[in-house]
């Protein structure tokens, strides 16, 4: 995962390609040639929730973000949320 991130936040293309993504196997798709082999989605996902919860834990989001993550930080497809936020307004 720490390879795709460092990736998601040096590559521009790569960084447009994750942010159209409205949904999580979307994202996973986009994340996959950068993943350690036999990361499966399930592991993605799992991951996601986590840099998300990290996200809502050592940063200041907005009104909206905030509105999202609470009670639902478990889901990954708020978890994809929330980190598409972020990563417009800066790295990860």
Request: with cysteine; aromatic share 6%.
């Amino acid at each position: 995962m720490e390879n795709f991130l460092d990736e998601l936040n040096e590559n521009e293309i790569l960084r447009d390609d994750f942010l159209a993504q409205t949904s999580i196997a979307g994202a996973y798709e986009i994340a996959k040639p950068y993943l350690d082999e036999g990361v499966t989605e399930e592991d993605f996902n799992s991951e996601m929730v986590n840099l998300a919860k990290n996200i809502v834990n050592n940063d200041e989001l907005d009104e909206t973000a905030l509105e999202n993550v609470q009670g639902g930080c478990e889901d990954p497809q708020i978890a994809l949320l929330t980190i598409q936020e972020r990563l417009e307004k800066g790295r990860i």
